[in-house]
């Protein structure tokens, strides 16, 4: 697949049922085809992650690339939400709470989200209509 600088690409938790659900929710509402993903367990991950992410957090984290940049956690959420259709644009005013504040509740929900969402034995395997936006 070819990846052009003006694509944003979402690496995600490929095993994890939240992010699972948290990429079906985009992909319904990126109208204007701005994203890519891949899993966090994948080599591309790797290729673009390289030792940026501690081990510790790498599964932990939604990362957005955009730009050449790496935003992760709330951060990579509200960015997100930006470029959406509908009313979701509106969250990235969130941006103006601290980060270290929004950091801590996405912490919350990441620690948790095996446990309250469930996890997969294996990453998400797109469907054929897909497979273009996944790298």
């Given amino acids: 697949m070819r990846v052009t600088p003006s694509d944003k690409i979402i690496l995600f938790d490929g095993v994890c049922n939240l992010c699972n659900g948290a990429v079906t929710f985009v992909i319904k509402r990126d109208k204007k085809n701005l994203f890519k993903f891949a ?35 709330s ?25 270290f504040l929004r950091d801590w509740v996405y912490s919350i929900i990441a620690k948790n989200r095996y446990k309250w969402f469930g996890k997969k034995d294996a990453c998400m395997i797109p469907t054929p209509e897909l497979k273009e936006k996944f790298l």
Avoid at 64 to 71: C, D, F, R, T, V
Avoid at 75 to 99: E, H
């Fill in 39 to 73: 899993t966090l367990q994948s080599d591309i991950a790797k290729e673009y992650l390289g030792e940026s992410l501690s081990e510790k957090d790498f599964l932990a984290s939604i990362v957005l690339i955009e730009n050449g940049k790496q935003y992760t956690k």
């Fill in 75 to 99: 951060s990579a959420a509200l960015r997100i939400a930006k470029n959406l259709s509908g009313a979701y644009p509106l969250l990235y005013i969130f941006m103006i709470v601290p980060k």
